[in-house]
């Protein structure tokens, strides 16, 4: 089996399966006196049980070619990343097959995008590509287990 994966670009349309692309772009409305656009109600949150909560993560980066073979998820709740820099990020995922992921699929987003992966989506760990790894996230606070992880039997390799 082949175990590479070629990143692409973060998209609407090619994430939609995973979750949704945050980004400052499409319909908005005017606020502040017409000075800010807001793009309004991007993501769906979604929590089983427990709350939103806003926490901010530093990762330190990596580089593509990257090899992995670990992914998680949350079945709990939600999970939004968004970037405190400019700089892109590696963002790993996989659709769910009877309980287990099935083959990894990989994005690189584009200066400004964050991603809000829905609840129950297999994912690779955070994996930003430049320092600072700077990251605010939304996700569920709560009692009882919101983590299941799963290693496959060898690594795959992300690649451009």
């Not at 945050?22 to 908005?28: C, K, M, S």
């Not at 709350?51 to 073979?69: K, Q, T, V």
């Not at 670990?70 to 990343?81: D, N």
């Amino acid at each position: 089996m082949n175990r590479t994966i070629h990143a692409e670009p973060l998209s609407r349309t090619s994430f939609a399966p995973f979750g949704d692309v945050l980004d400052a772009t499409g319909d908005y409305r005017l606020i502040n006196e017409g000075l800010c656009r807001r793009h309004h109600d991007l993501a769906r949150l979604d929590f089983g049980s427990g709350c939103a909560g806003i926490s901010i993560f530093n990762a330190e980066p990596r580089g593509i070619p990257y090899e992995f073979d670990l992914v998680e998820r949350h079945p709990e709740g939600s999970q939004a990343f968004l970037p405190m820099t400019e700089h892109p990020f590696l963002v790993i995922v996989a659709l769910d097959e009877g309980g287990a992921p099935g083959r990894p699929r990989a994005f690189v987003t584009a200066p400004g995008q964050g991603i809000n992966l829905h609840r129950g989506t297999w994912h690779g760990v955070l994996t930003p590509l430049r320092a600072p790894g700077l990251f605010a996230v939304v996700d569920r606070i709560g009692d009882g287990p919101n983590l299941e992880e799963y290693r496959y039997s060898a690594p795959w390799r992300v690649t451009t």
